[in-house]
């Protein structure tokens, strides 16, 4: 079954240190998505990408925080000045459509900001 | 009023039984509604989508109710590998942003 990837699974980073998480959708998806779950908590959205543009993305996605198609297949995000916050699990997820159709999760990145 | 509500459980259940988790929502114009479940320290795994005529999908049975805005999910003869957090999931709009619930809990012993 395909899946979505991403890299690194763990990274630990310190505070104001600029962090880039990679993830490779599923190759005949259109439709690219970061969420994140700050442990303990629920999964939050952050930023939808669709036709090389943000699509949509809510207020945690600020100015901080960008995300980029390089190349034909990677989807990435960066965060540009890490927080204590920012500790969090990130995971990227990718859908044929749009969002009422099914979304694929990949296993996730664990951000630690010491 | 949180977005999506849901009992954070624990919900003990022993092997064979029945068991309903509920789950509220805020937005009376949201699309799409799914169930997720996601193990422990895993990604979200869909488990099924729910339809106003409610659906079935072996030993799950999700339904809706758009008045009342509020979704269910009925796993029956429980199994302990169904153990794990039930994550209720709205799509609130036409876009493509999901928005979660807190997820509960359910622990199914022999």
């Known amino acids: 079954e395909p899946e979505v990837t991403q890299t690194p699974s763990h990274q630990v980073t310190q505070m104001g240190q600029e962090v880039i998480l990679r993830c490779v959708p599923i190759?005949?998806?259109?439709?690219f998505y970061w969420y994140r779950q700050i442990l303990g908590q629920k999964v939050e959205f952050l930023v939808s990408?669709?036709?090389?543009?943000?699509?949509?993305k809510s207020e945690i996605f600020d100015d901080q925080f960008s995300v980029e198609r390089p190349d034909g297949s990677n989807f990435t995000l960066k965060i540009r000045s890490t927080k204590l916050e920012d500790s969090a699990m990130y995971f990227c997820?990718?859908?044929?459509?749009?969002?009422?159709?099914?979304?694929?999760f990949g296993e996730g990145s664990w951000l630690t900001v010491v | 009023r949180k977005e999506v509500e849901q009992d954070p459980g624990p919900f003990n259940v022993p092997e064979g039984a029945t068991v309903a988790f509920n789950c509220t929502y805020s937005?009376?114009?949201?699309?799409?509604f799914f169930w997720y479940r996601q193990d422990c320290r895993k990604e979200p795994k869909l488990l099924m989508s729910?339809?106003?005529s409610g659906n079935e999908d072996g030993r799950f049975t999700a339904q809706l109710n758009r008045a009342s805005q509020y979704i269910s999910l009925l796993i029956r003869d429980s199994k302990l590998s169904d153990s794990a957090t039930y994550l209720c999931?709205?799509?609130?709009?036409?876009?493509?942003?999901?928005?979660f619930g807190g997820g509960t809990r359910l622990m199914v012993k022999p």
């Open positions: 997820a990718s859908s044929a459509l749009r969002a009422e159709y099914t979304i694929y």
């Open positions: 999931v709205v799509n609130p709009s036409a876009g493509n942003m999901l928005t």
């Open positions: 990408f669709y036709n090389n543009e943000i699509s949509e």
């Open positions: 729910v339809y106003s």
């Open positions: 937005n009376s114009a949201s699309q799409s």
């Open positions: 190759s005949n998806h259109l439709y």
